[in-house]
């Protein structure tokens, strides 16, 4: 379904991959994972036309029509609404026909050099009226929108007043309801609450196309995938492994391990040839200047050849492709939280806490407290008031009716989802030293631990990605020395590298944290307790399989 020979794509002096080669069949459910920059992208846009490789081909064994394509962001012309995309004309039926009918005509009257264009437009048109008719039914289409939360969305809504979640659902409805043979998903699962993620791992689990999917929700990845793709910006291929993420994971340690050992043992190799190498020229010269008998100094003679011997032997070895490089140690961002300050043990009362938008309730009669050092995550679904509920708590919204209480010697940190806390037009040096009285040096170098060099601490924030502005944004928090962090969707923009050292460093933390977050395993490996706000209610629960299971929705929940 899928073929890929030989890709190679660079921009400028930076190689993103080369010598990729993969097949992927009817009914076969990749992963393409690696670091954020290193490609996957790219190689999507490679595989749907939207880029040119600077070497090798792709082929598609289905019409272009049948490739549901899910980019990161949902483009989108001014004024167009939900409505726009949800139906627009190029799944309706009597458009194409239309469009058969003005093509015939116009290639009854082309001249030959006119013709092979208006020729393939009307074989296009000729697989999109195919298409349309393989238009799924209402009953269908409607599941898929119920499944995505956008069952009750009004179809005449402008898309620009859309939330990225509302932009991610949506691009993603559109390309399920074309009932593709081939999906190619680049970061679904980012802006999905838990109950849309299970929907779309139900749905991926009974699709009999082909897809490829990139994501670093682990949790997802096991669920809905059957290989992994590894894209190494370290040697620049591309490397199908079996299995899900999981065994991706261990399948890559048992890797690392092996390389460590097969080096170490190398290393210990070359010492000892080394060390015999000096023994055996030491012990010559000493014959040599200590005695004039010439059989001590021919036996010295002998000894100097096996020192040569074994110099043209380590000679051989240390150019030869059989010397093995030190394994890298993969640069990931430094987040030790350090100078926390120690709270009360109440750290945030709730008491009575409500909010309604007219006669909307989202939540009412909460009543929660937070302890010191809980890891609290507040779960529930998209639009149900956890961005609501942590901007009051923040001052930055006023509750319907309640109070709120902060503990004693509690500093709070506040991550927001949509990053309104940067200054887009100011750069990442600014923003350090903003916070910290840090001089330039000393800034740049903090900025290294977050993955930001060279010229890229001068770069305007509102020309950042997500993920760098996610990255700054955390370690703006460890900056500030607080004790109490709030973190709306801290890892959507994090790749998986990254996700794994925030969750050791969260569970290093010694304060306190309330996060918004969807990712199960990282819930899994970083909570200690759960909040689930649910039809209005806010409820506490010791874990997430309670939690879901008292929502109504546990079967299907994965924890």
């Excluded at 006023?398 to 506040?414: F, M």
């Amino acid at each position: 379904m899928l073929h890929i020979y030989n890709l190679a794509k660079r921009y400028a002096d930076t190689l993103l991959f080369e010598q990729g080669n993969l097949v992927i069949n009817a009914g076969e459910r990749v992963g393409l994972v690696g670091p954020n920059g290193c490609g996957k992208t790219t190689l999507l846009r490679i595989l749907v036309g939207e880029e040119r490789p600077d070497q090798g081909s792709v082929r598609l064994d289905v019409p272009p029509s049948r490739v549901g394509y899910l980019p990161q962001g949902l483009t989108h012309i001014q004024g167009s609404t939900v409505a726009d995309i949800l139906y627009d004309e190029s799944l309706d039926e009597s458009h194409w026909v239309q469009e058969i009918e003005r093509l015939t005509q116009a290639m009854a009257v082309a001249t030959p050099d006119q013709l092979p264009p208006i020729e393939q437009a009307y074989a296009h048109a000729l697989d999109r009226l195919t298409a349309s008719a393989t238009i799924m039914p209402q009953h269908e289409i409607d599941g898929i929108l119920a499944g995505l939360g956008l069952a009750d969305i009004d179809r005449d809504t402008p898309l620009a007043i859309l939330s990225g979640g509302q932009k991610t659902r949506l691009g993603l409805a559109r390309i399920l309801l074309q009932d593709p043979a081939l999906l190619l998903l680049d970061e679904p699962t980012n802006h999905l609450d838990i109950e849309a993620l299970e929907w779309l791992e139900g749905y991926l689990a009974t699709f009999d196309g082909a897809l490829l999917v990139v994501s670093h929700d682990r949790t997802f990845l096991d669920n809905t995938i059957q290989s992994v793709l590894e894209m190494n910006p370290e040697t620049h291929t591309l490397t199908i492994y079996p299995g899900d993420y999981s065994a991706y994971a261990e399948a890559k340690l048992r890797e690392r391990e092996k390389h460590w050992q097969e080096y170490t043992d190398q290393q210990e190799r070359i010492a000892r040839l080394e060390g015999a190498i000096q023994q055996w020229k030491g012990q010559a010269s000493r014959i040599e200047h200590e005695t004039i008998n010439f059989h001590y100094r021919k036996q010295a003679k002998k000894v100097a050849r096996q020192a040569v011997m074994r110099q043209r032997r380590l000679e051989r070895l240390l150019e030869s492709e059989d010397l093995l490089d030190k394994p890298r140690q993969t640069w990931q961002m430094n987040l030790e939280f350090v100078n926390t300050p120690p709270s009360g043990q109440d750290v945030l009362l709730l008491e009575g806490l409500a909010k309604a938008f007219g006669e909307r309730v989202l939540f009412e009669d909460v009543t929660l407290t937070l302890r010191r050092s809980e890891r609290i995550a507040l779960v529930g679904p998209n639009g149900s008031g956890k961005t609501t509920l942590l901007r009051i708590i923040m001052g930055r919204q006023e509750p319907t009716a309640g109070q709120i209480r902060i503990g004693s010697n509690v500093q709070i940190g506040y991550f927001a989802q949509e990053q309104e806390t940067l200054d887009l037009e100011s750069n990442a040096l600014e923003a350090v030293q903003r916070v910290a009285a840090l001089s330039e040096t000393d800034a740049r170098r903090f900025l290294h631990y977050y993955l930001f060099s060279g010229d890229e601490v001068f770069a305007r924030l509102g020309n950042l990605s997500y993920g760098e502005r996610a990255r700054l944004s955390l370690g703006l928090l460890v900056l500030k020395g607080c004790n109490l962090l709030l973190l709306d969707e801290p890892i959507n923009h994090l790749d998986i590298p990254s996700r794994e050292r925030f969750e050791q460093a969260l569970a290093d933390f010694p304060g306190t944290v309330l996060a918004v977050v969807h990712d199960r395993y990282f819930i899994q490996r970083f909570a200690t307790g759960i909040w689930a706000l649910q039809d209005g209610c806010i409820r506490p629960y010791p874990e997430l399989r309670q939690a879901l299971a008292a929502a109504g929705r546990g079967a299907g929940w994965n924890s």
